[in-house]
């Protein structure tokens, strides 16, 4: 089975700061990679897929990047509404695997 | 408007079994790959279950001879047969549409199973 980490667990942060999340995986899965964001309560959102590519709808502040192991989702300034999980998820093969989450805190 | 709807969730005891019902709307079902996945209290998202459009059936170690996805295409809804339910079990359960290869766009609200005694 894939397994995906990401750093860090938690991050705390201000509105306007740049945030990096970075997601690996155990091994290759080309570009086979999604970000999601998860509000209490609610089903996960797609941001990004193929690992670079903004869902219709996702503010351009959101950009994804890399590839094989090493995956980054970047908020470019944080707004009040991104305080939230991130998972990555890999859908390289079966069984598909999600990332622990990062937790972005103010 | 394409939508997903889980139903069947609720309190069953160890060793109990439960099928979750997720109905879809506005799309055919039958035309994409689709999955259930959970999530504990305060816990991350773990993938339960898949059906591929050609009713191939996938699923992960941990609920692997436990569970059985399925689907009704009259009905356009598919389902999650969970037998011998364990605590562990314990999870707010989504059903989810895979769009190709790439990820899944389409989630429904979630259902809440307890496994509890």
């Known amino acids: 089975d894939i397994q995906l980490t990401q750093s860090p667990s938690f991050l705390s942060a201000s509105v306007g700061d740049r945030v990096t999340i970075t997601c690996r995986a155990s091994?290759?899965?080309?570009?086979?990679l999604a970000w999601y964001q998860q509000k209490p309560g609610t089903a996960p959102k797609l941001l990004i897929y193929?690992?670079?590519t903004l869902q219709s709808g996702v503010p351009s502040r959101f950009s994804g990047s890399g590839s094989g192991t090493e995956f980054t989702l970047t908020i470019s300034s944080l707004q009040p509404e991104d305080f939230a999980t991130y998972y990555c998820q890999q859908l390289n093969n079966y069984p598909i695997t999600f990332g622990p989450g990062t937790k972005v805190e103010i | 408007e394409e939508q997903l709807v889980e139903s069947g969730g609720g309190l069953v005891q160890p060793g109990g079994s439960l099928r979750l019902s997720c109905g879809a709307s506005?799309?055919?079902?039958?035309?994409?790959?689709m999955h259930w996945v959970r999530q504990g209290a305060g816990k991350g998202l773990e993938w339960v279950s898949a059906?591929?459009?050609?009713?191939?059936?996938f699923y992960p170690g941990s609920v692997k001879g436990r569970f059985t996805i399925s689907r009704d295409t009259a009905k356009n809804s598919f389902y999650l047969q969970m037998n011998s339910l364990r605590s562990g079990d314990t999870a707010v359960y989504y059903c989810a549409r895979r769009w190709a290869h790439w990820y899944f766009d389409l989630w429904g609200r979630g259902t809440l199973v307890t496994v509890s005694s």
């Open positions: 091994q290759d899965i080309s570009s086979y």
């Open positions: 059906m591929g459009v050609a009713g191939d059936t």
């Open positions: 193929a690992a670079s």
């Open positions: 506005g799309f055919i079902l039958s035309t994409y790959d």
